[in-house]
């Protein structure tokens, strides 16, 4: 998929950041590509923070489509962004870049990502008045709380290893969101987790070499659901502990899969649909790394 011809015709995208050689995103949007054959390819570029400003503009001025953008670089990308969406705003950040007339178009998709991976796998409406726990408070839980308002979440426990940064989250999303947002720490789990109907880790932990948290997941009712949005390893520590409790279980992919859906609509003018097959062929990518 990744190494099909091009022409010099080809619309050409990016996906931008440090590292940035792990990145599923060449693979997903490759498998598309050929799915409904255009010329056209998105690329890996690595780029240091000191390097992000040149070469995005020399990205932009070779002709590129846009880029996705990834760690360490959605705030800057922002920052240097003519125009923004709301998602963007509200978080701060961009992860979807477009060139158009000259100007830097920001887009925000990781909430878009989880609400749709949520809804695919609960159902439509299954979280609507319900209450939520959110472990993390840095950039992808503003895109976590995004999401938990458009699938109808009504609570949104915010709990964070440094309660104040939980506290700082809510208010500077209070205005902006309508879902009661009750920030707090992890020792607060035990106390909120029996009304939840969902588990959203927004965090690093159990990713790589990063440990997990430590979290009785007895404290849940049987029918809550764990979503991680970690994708690699597909199931982590978090959601092996809950899958054996017989709880559902959400992992990461789905929220990668859905969040490139607006990427590739804006690269290459074709909105792509998520299938059984796009998540095979990426397991596949994810098993051959190892």
Known sequence: MIGRNITGKAKIAGIIGWPVGHSLSPALHGYWLE?????????????????FA??????????????NVTVPHKESAFA???????????????????????RILARNTDGFGLQHSLRE????????????????????ARGGILALQAV???????????????????ASLGKDITATLLPGGLPDWPSRAGEAALLLNTTSAGMGSIPP?????????????????VYNPLETPLLKDAKAR???TIDGLGMLMHQAVPSFEMFFG??????????????????ERG
């Open 35 to 51: 799915e409904h054959g255009i010329d056209g390819a998105l690329v890996p570029l690595p780029a240091r923070a000191e390097d």
């Open 54 to 67: 040149a070469i995005l503009d020399g990205v932009r001025r070779a002709g590129f489509t846009g880029v």
């Open 80 to 102: 240097l962004a003519h125009d923004t969406d709301r998602a963007a705003r509200i978080s701060g950040a961009a992860n979807l870049l477009g060139f158009a007339g000259g």
């Open 121 to 140: 796998a609960l159902g439509p409406d299954a979280l609507s008045g319900q209450v939520a726990v959110m472990l993390g408070a840095g950039g992808a």
């Open 152 to 170: 109808g979440v009504r609570t949104i426990h915010i709990l964070n290893r440094d309660p104040a940064r939980a506290k700082s989250l809510a």
């Open 213 to 229: 948290l430590a979290l009785d997941l007895g404290a849940l009712n049987p029918d809550a659901a764990v979503c991680d949005i």
């Open 246 to 248: 017989g709880l559902r």
């Open 270 to 287: 074709v909105r792509p649909a998520v299938t059984p097959g796009l998540r095979a062929a990426l397991e596949k990518v994810l098993r």
